[in-house]
């Protein structure tokens, strides 16, 4: 199912419905700045058990969580003064922070209680910070491929109609903006895990340290 809305302004109604689809064990998918995302609720197994069998990989793999606050973020992490300034400077952004994880999200998510580790990202779009929000929790998210779709990659970005005619039911709720614009496949990834920050991978995020 496919639910347009303004990216700036997306109604509340059709929020708290994906909200209650997440609750409920379900998936949605929407645009980031970087590429189009599934996302479930990690404090529902069932919804992280199907979001794992649509990516065909087991539950050893992370998922990024997505957060629309530092308030939100440290609910699963810990994360310490230094990291804080830091990241002040940088979300919302095309960054995933990794950070040692918390008991709240170790206890639901196999991937977080194996290496005691979680990706954290604050995408800086308005409809995902504004799902979040009326959410009032977390999500954990995987992001779509050309390839995982078996589709030749033309250069093109996906787009909601393509999604829903490959993925069907298995994805409950489709929320398309309409108009949108990505600024790179990936975020850059740094990690805060050894007190300093590594980064890891250089993507659309620019360093500011």
Request: include cysteine; glycine fraction near 6%; proline fraction near 4%.
């Amino acid at each position: 199912m496919i639910e347009y809305v303004v990216e700036h302004n997306p109604d509340d109604r059709t929020l708290k419905k994906a909200s209650q689809i997440l609750r409920n064990g379900g998936l949605i998918c929407f645009p980031t700045e970087t590429n189009w995302v599934v996302v479930a609720d990690p404090f529902n197994k069932a919804g992280v058990d199907k979001l794992y069998k649509l990516r065909h990989v087991d539950n050893t793999k992370h998922f990024t969580v997505l957060c629309d606050s530092f308030k939100r973020a440290q609910e699963v992490s810990f994360i310490d003064d230094g990291a804080f300034r830091l990241l002040k400077k940088m979300i919302p952004g095309s960054y995933t922070f990794i950070f040692e994880a918390n008991k709240k999200i170790t206890k639901f998510l196999k991937a977080s209680k194996t290496d005691k580790e979680v990706g954290i990202r604050f995408p800086p779009k308005a409809l995902c910070l504004k799902l979040l929000e009326v959410h009032g929790e977390v999500v954990i998210s995987s992001h779509l491929t050309h390839e995982m779709m078996e589709l030749e990659d033309d250069g093109n970005p996906l787009y909601s109609a393509l999604i829903e005619d490959y993925y069907g039911n298995q994805i409950e709720m489709i929320i398309d903006p309409g108009e949108y614009e990505f600024i790179g496949n990936h975020t850059t990834i740094i990690d805060f895990t050894s007190g300093m920050p590594e980064v890891i991978r250089q993507g659309a995020g620019k360093l500011v340290f």
